[in-house]
């Protein structure tokens, strides 16, 4: 059997995936360290809630690939997705092939899971029709695209399917401009079933196919880092395949998580009973000042690990004010009625 997915990006912006008729969809997400396609975290909660293969992709560009790898990462909303490179000319910059493996293994190095290349054959062909083997041995598949004309499908022993350095491609995509939802999209084709591609999608033995805690984990989640060690310890590997092991390791994480901001709290609230006097009456906004000075520390440590754009312990003075300021109106002092400290 043939199965059909969808191309988007930006240019079709506006349909809902979550209705279409086919199982899988490639779109685009990122491209170099510059770029995220305004649609794609709709189109991820859509393919989701609608149990479609999701198949996001990154447009290669000539920068840093350890950026583009990060941008990448900070965009996919999952690493366990399978991702597409997608490997072709754009404007005046040519990519190497040397430059996509550099960004493959980038991709790899952050945790990410590339299985699939773009590369149309005119651009390997361009590119001098160079053996595509060191794809292969990373285990990522090839996507091609051959347009006969129209946007019916041409069948499996179309030109598109041939192989080339190589490979035989594992999608071939046969239009770009099939109608959906009134607009014309790239679509593409899978010879196989669904069980069929997300077996391919997840290629066991290969080299992303595995995750360790020292290159992964513990970087990914360093506030929780020296509990992960005592459960999962560095050098241990992880089938990056099971999403069981990846639901494992997060709920490990938000239960740590939480269990830390109970902890700082606590801190916070014994040191409020050790700094509160004993009667209500007598409190001067002095005390106000030194309550709040007392818990700035346990505040920011317990912000610091869940806010990490932000200057924890300027937040932390910012909030400790007005928590001492409370704790001490609910112990029914008037402080409006108090002189200030001298």
């Not at 965009?75 to 991702?83: E, F, N, R, T």
């Amino acid at each position: 059997m043939t199965i059909f997915g969808d191309d988007l990006s930006s240019y079709q912006d506006g349909i809902n995936v979550q209705v279409l008729d086919d199982p899988f969809v490639i779109c685009k997400c990122t491209q170099g360290t510059y770029y995220t396609d305004a649609d794609y975290s709709v189109w991820r909660q859509q393919a989701m809630a609608s149990s479609k293969i999701l198949i996001p992709y990154h447009f290669i560009s000539p920068e840093d690939p350890d950026a583009q790898a990060k941008h990448i990462a900070d965009k996919i909303g999952d690493k366990s997705l399978p991702l597409m490179i997608d490997f072709e000319k754009n404007g005046t910059y040519n990519p190497t092939l040397a430059q996509l493996i550099a960004l493959a293994d980038a991709c790899f190095r952050a945790g990410l899971r590339v299985v699939l290349v773009y590369m149309p054959r005119w651009y390997w062909e361009q590119i001098g029709s160079p053996s595509l083997a060191q794809l292969d041995s990373r285990g990522i598949s090839l996507v091609s695209s051959n347009y006969p004309g129209g946007y019916n499908y041409p069948g499996d022993d179309a030109a598109g399917w041939k192989s080339y350095g190589g490979m035989t491609p594992l999608i071939y995509q046969f239009t770009d401009s099939a109608p959906v939802q009134g607009r014309g999209v790239d679509r593409n084709a899978y010879r196989g079933s669904v069980a069929e591609l997300a077996a391919d999608l997840n290629p066991s033995g290969a080299d992303m196919g595995t995750y360790t805690m020292s290159a992964g984990w513990q970087a990914d989640y360093q506030d929780v880092a020296d509990a992960l060690q005592k459960h999962i310890p560095a050098g241990m590997v992880i089938d990056e395949g099971l999403t069981a092991a990846y639901a494992m390791v997060r709920s490990f994480v938000a239960a740590e998580r939480g269990g830390n901001i109970v902890t700082m709290l606590a801190e916070v609230l014994q040191i409020l009973k050790q700094q509160q006097p004993a009667t209500a009456p007598t409190l001067t906004p002095a005390d106000v000042d030194a309550l709040a000075a007392a818990i700035v520390t346990p505040l920011a440590a317990a912000i610091a690990p869940h806010i990490p754009d932000v200057d924890a312990t300027a937040v932390a003075q910012a909030a400790a004010g007005p928590v001492a300021h409370a704790v001490v109106m609910q112990m029914g002092a008037d402080l409006s009625a108090t002189p200030a400290a001298s």
